[in-house]
């Protein structure tokens, strides 16, 4: 797949004048590796530091039989700009195709990699990277001989989820770049740790490229991969996945992982009679087990009962204070009482208005209500 490339200048022909880290790592890197390892690379910005880890991924990669490339990134807008870099690269390294895809949640948007009609063809003789339409797949992009994607992308492979083991078959034959080392927080470590542990142990060279990386972090994940590739003399190490805490539902015992089959719950709506256990609050030697905080809460709102360690002990309901009629209700309520207004919306019996001693004419509803 891979040119023959047995010095930094083969490998990169266009790069004439290499940084002093570039030309250093192509005189002694080729003559230190014997096989599969790990690679640390730290040098301020603006080294060279990814054209170096891209030389130093094709030697360990030809001593160890891998002929594929993983790089991984932190970011996703760091990552598309690393896939045109590495397109062009395995363009024009490789005497094959080898298709490149991009591996983020959001790749889809990305006109150049969306297109199966686009193809980076720097100049004559360069290979075709464009993958089909089975890689662009979700979950499948790893199995590409070349895969640029943000470092979620190999974490979940140490995770127990769906597809892990599909994402270390596509790890296997790769040897993987991890940029930017040091920009994760605490628990991306601890998943990086754990990453590189499987690495040393099936044997997947690694390359770590950072500027910033301290010296602690360097030692934790260069020790993780060595615990990994070479455990102690009479042991055998195999790298655990983290456990994941399931949190079970009180009232589905269908979805228990384990334990004996639990008597179904009671009906929605249902209602214990007076006096009658809760099916769900008789404790560990009833038919379920005891209802957890949030159901109790729930039954007591729903049936205004109150759960003991006895059961469910209904309690009387408390009688609504009873409200103090206005006196306009009250006045209309009266017997023999009618409003005395002809306009007016209280609801009682309209009656026309009795006309006053001292005057034969009824008085204005204006001037009334004034």
């Known amino acids: 797949m891979w040119r023959a490339a047995t010095s930094f200048a083969e490998a990169f022909p266009r790069i004439t004048r290499p940084h002093p880290l570039q030309a250093d790592l192509g005189q002694r890197l080729p003559g230190l590796v014997t096989g599969a390892g790990l690679l640390v690379v730290t040098a301020p910005t603006g080294d060279g530091k990814t054209e170096a880890g891209l030389y130093g991924a094709r030697v360990l990669g030809a001593a160890a039989s891998r002929q594929g490339l993983g790089v991984l990134l932190p970011t996703m807008a760091m990552?598309?700009?690393?896939?045109?870099?590495?397109?062009?690269?395995?363009?024009?390294?490789?005497?094959?195709?080898?298709?490149?895809?991009?591996?983020?949640?959001?790749?889809?948007?990305?006109?150049?990699?969306?297109?199966?009609?686009?193809?980076?063809?720097?100049?004559?003789?360069?290979?075709?990277?464009?993958?089909?339409?089975?890689?662009?797949?979700?979950?499948?992009?790893?199995?590409?001989?070349?895969?640029?994607?943000?470092?979620?992308?190999?974490?979940?492979a140490a995770l127990p989820v769906r597809f892990n083991a599909l994402r270390w078959l596509g790890l296997a034959g790769k040897t993987l770049i991890i940029d930017e080392a040091h920009a994760y927080d605490a628990y991306g470590h601890a998943l990086t740790i754990r990453l590189l542990e499987w690495c040393g142990h099936l044997g997947i060279p690694v390359v770590l490229l950072s500027a910033t990386l301290s010296g602690s972090l360097a030692q934790r994940l260069v020790a993780a991969y060595l615990t990994g590739a070479q455990p102690h003399p009479g042991q055998r190490y195999h790298p655990r996945l983290p456990r994941v805490a399931v949190r079970r539902h009180p009232d589905r015992p269908?979805?228990?992982?384990?334990?004996?089959?639990?008597?179904?719950?009671?009906?929605?709506?249902?209602?214990?009679?007076?006096?009658?256990?809760?099916?769900?609050?008789?404790?560990?030697?009833?038919?379920?087990?005891?209802?957890?905080?949030?159901?109790?809460?729930?039954?007591?709102?729903?049936?205004?009962?109150?759960?003991?360690?006895?059961?469910?002990?209904?309690?009387?309901?408390?009688?609504?204070?009873?409200?103090?009629?206005?006196?306009?209700?009250?006045?209309?309520?009266?017997?023999?009482?009618?409003?005395?207004?002809?306009?007016?919306?209280c609801g009682s019996a309209r009656s026309s208005p009795t006309p006053s001693s001292t005057s034969s004419a009824p008085i204005p509803h204006a001037a009334r209500s004034r």
Not at 123 to 129: H, L, N, R, V
Not at 320 to 336: C, E, I, L, M, N
């Open 254 to 345: 269908d979805h228990r992982l384990a334990g004996p089959p639990q008597q179904p719950g009671p009906p929605p709506g249902h209602r214990p009679a007076q006096g009658q256990p809760h099916p769900r609050s008789e404790g560990p030697h009833g038919p379920g087990p005891e209802p957890g905080r949030r159901a109790r809460t729930a039954v007591r709102r729903r049936a205004g009962a109150r759960i003991g360690a006895g059961g469910v002990q209904h309690r009387p309901r408390r009688a609504k204070r009873p409200t103090r009629p206005s006196p306009a209700s009250a006045a209309a309520d009266s017997p023999g009482s009618s409003c005395c207004m002809p306009a007016c919306r």
């Open 79 to 156: 990552t598309e700009a690393m896939w045109s870099r590495v397109r062009q690269y395995v363009a024009s390294s490789t005497t094959g195709e080898a298709p490149v895809t991009l591996l983020h949640s959001l790749a889809w948007l990305n006109a150049d990699y969306s297109d199966p009609d686009a193809d980076a063809v720097i100049e004559d003789g360069c290979a075709s990277t464009t993958p089909g339409e089975f890689l662009r797949r979700k979950h499948l992009g790893l199995l590409s001989g070349v895969a640029v994607g943000t470092w979620d992308q190999a974490a979940m």
